[in-house]
């Protein structure tokens, strides 16, 4: 331990106190420890593999809406539909596309012109030609009740 004197200039008065040396040295080496904890943490940051590649996903879509048309065409439409959904939420277009048609005819899901027309069109926009060509049939079919379909303008 060090000491220090100190002089109280109002009593004039030495006063000695004994000093810790590890106030500072304590902060300094509570600081390192810190900064290398820290530094230690970004250098370890553990990788998930357990995430597939963008294109290991779109294979993984693709075999899904395989699959889904397969229990389509084996008329279990339900099963279809709730994996056509999951698809057509991803962004996968051929499953927007499908799904808007069995929206439209109540297959696995119940009618809604709507939710046909806004899945439909979605596919439309993304330039799914079965999808355009399905949104001037219903434009066409629709065009004496004044609901008109019209694709979203996005960027390509």
Known sequence: MKSATYVNRFFLRQK????SPGIRSHLFRAMGIWLVLMASACVNVPVDTDQPSAATRLEIQ??????AKALF????YTQAANALLLLARQ?????QYTIGYMYHHGYGVPRNEKESIRWITTAAARGY?????????INA???Q???L???IQTLK
């Open 73 to 76: 065409l084996d008329k279990q």
């Open 91 to 95: 962004g996968h277009v051929g499953a």
């Open 16 to 19: 000695t106190v004994l000093r």
């Open 62 to 67: 693709q075999k899904i809406f395989q699959q």
């Open 141 to 143: 079919s629709h065009d």
């Open 145 to 147: 009740r004044g609901v």
């Open 149 to 151: 379909a019209e694709p």
């Open 129 to 137: 030609p079965q999808a355009e060509e399905a949104l001037i049939k």
